[in-house]
């Protein structure tokens, strides 16, 4: 399959807000690049004058070249004017994002998140991570709800094809925000293990961050639909009979829409006297997260929503055990080794972790690492392959 015709602009998403933006990315980078070079694409990081590279410094060697542009023509002077002055001070000529990707001969820009206009000057691809503000709409201001619809209306309106992670999401678009099928994709993305994964033992991470030997691990943004206030319920049922059960979270704690929540996180444990049992870590680089991953006896995902859980795809990839949330996404992810509790439920979380703490193991598990590990290598190589189909579509229709 010939695809080094296609030349793809790829726009970084997320940042320490969103940290799992950043992993996208590097996921889809990292798979293309397992593809033989006759059928890898042309990619290229088009990025602004103001773009943070050093989230993507985890790429290495595989890091795209870098395309800056300093504005977009539909901006304001002002803006204009910033955005050449950023070039400015690198040396570097102050292009416009339209002229940018007409001279790349781009096939498609991608993963958008803000239309970019129905008229623009290349093919673009919508991301649309998940409708989570329509199952939950509790989590969000009314100005919030409005701008998703509006946005995500936009997308679908625009975008020359979009893209979800999930059947589930996709359900939820032709729902809301209904359109041609033949203008949407459904895009799952998965873990792309690295070899310096496994270029370590774990016991340094876990030294240096001062935890038990034997723990479990919630690594996630301090979000208030991942539901840590109710595995922190279970975790103090499960003391009652395991003194030594052990927690460690892992991410930012803070919450643009509950400012507070990392604070109140941080105070149930004290209340609940669990300073001893669970370990709030802030946001790690990658590799230590992996290596405590590695590490941990077992992982629990109690999230309310997903789109497409990036700690299940991490989990799959490096073969652990899960105890996760019983929610659609979650089943349809299908990950081996899963069980699943009520997320409502504290005492059915606390059922499942009691049953299991005696007999769980620390990581890591070189065993089911290996058996896991060119599993999801295939799945990458798959996932890549869609990827280019799905640029190579978007890139003939008219």
Known sequence: MMAMHLNVGIIPRGGKDWIAGVIYIQNLVRAINLLSEEERPALYFVISSDDDIRLYRDLGKSLPPLKRY???RSQSLASKITGIVRQV???QRGVSLEGLTQSLKLSALFPVGNSLGPGFSCKWIGWIPDFQHKH?????????????DDGFRKIVQDSAHTVVSS????GDLMRWFPTAPEKVSVFPFVSVASSAWYGRSPEEAILRCGLPRKYLIFPSQFWIHKNHKRLLDAIRIVKGRFPDIALVCTGRMYDY??????QQILTTIKNYGLEKNVYCLGLLDRLTQIQLLRGAAGVIQPSLFEGWSALVEDARALGKSLYLSDIEV????DPPDAQFFDPLSSADMAVLLAKDWETLTPGPDRTREERALPLQRKRALDYARSFIRIVRETSRTC
């Open 330 to 333: 979650h089943r349809e992810q």
């Open 167 to 170: 059947q589930h999401a996709y």
């Open 257 to 262: 829409r509950h400012p507070h929540y990392g």
């Open 136 to 148: 939950i709409p509790q989590f969000f201001s009314s100005e919030e709800l409005l701008s998703r």
């Open 89 to 91: 001070i690198r040396f």
């Open 70 to 72: 300093a504005f977009r």
